[in-house]
């Protein structure tokens, strides 16, 4: 009997030691498990921490690049003396040749070399000491259909003025293979909408091309193509 029960001792035994080292493992498996879970969540937490650093770094950056220049507060049509109300102080960052607002002196008195829009930044180019239009120069409105004019034209762009067929009529293939020029380099002075639905851009031409741009306008017979923004100082040389 005292066998006996010595030998269930030990069997108890050492069932206890192997559930002992069954439930360490499970305990190691389960801390093995969760320690790459938790480092997955430090990484992400440090990732995010980094990508705050540097949206505040960028940001503060972009702001100590900013300067105060002088925009324009309502529009101005081309040829317009500037005036004190006219512009206003803003602050912007990478506006090349923006006006500093400390030089609105040297500003008011000047004239709209083209149809200034409200909240533009003003640029030396975009003012003139002479009268606009010019002594060889007229200023020509013409009326096109929305579909004719390119998108985001705005004043101070400069676009080829060229003959076309009415719009839905069928032109010759000499009307379409070579379209008559009537402007190389027009300047646009300003961009406005009709109550049809229709487009009016002003431009500025050539005296000796005003007429022709006014006829084929009035007719219907005529689009814009933008150009690169030298071709004027190009065609005047």
Known sequence: MTMTSGTNTQRTGARG?????LDLRS???????????RLGQWAAAVLFVVIV??????LFQSQSDRVEVLAVTDAVPAGQVIEEGDVRPVEVAGVAGAIPATDVDS??????????VEGQVLTDAALTDELVPGEDERVVAIALPSGRVPGGLSAGDV??????PVEGAEGSSE???APTVLSQAASVQSVGDTPEGGRVVTVLVDDGEAEQVAAYSAAG???IIQAPLTSRDVAGE
Not at 17 to 21: K, Y
Not at 27 to 37: D, F, I, N
Not at 159 to 164: A, D, F, G, K, Q
Request: charged share 15%; proline share 2%.
């Open 221 to 223: 017979q005529v689009t």
């Open 17 to 21: 030691s192997r559930d002992q080292g």
């Open 159 to 164: 676009v080829s003025v060229i003959v076309v």
């Open 175 to 177: 009307q379409l293979q």
């Open 27 to 37: 305990t190691l498996g389960g801390v093995r498990q969760r320690a790459p879970r």
């Open 53 to 58: 650093v540097i949206g505040l770094l960028a």
């Open 107 to 116: 500003v008011v008195g000047k004239r709209a070399a083209a149809g200034l």
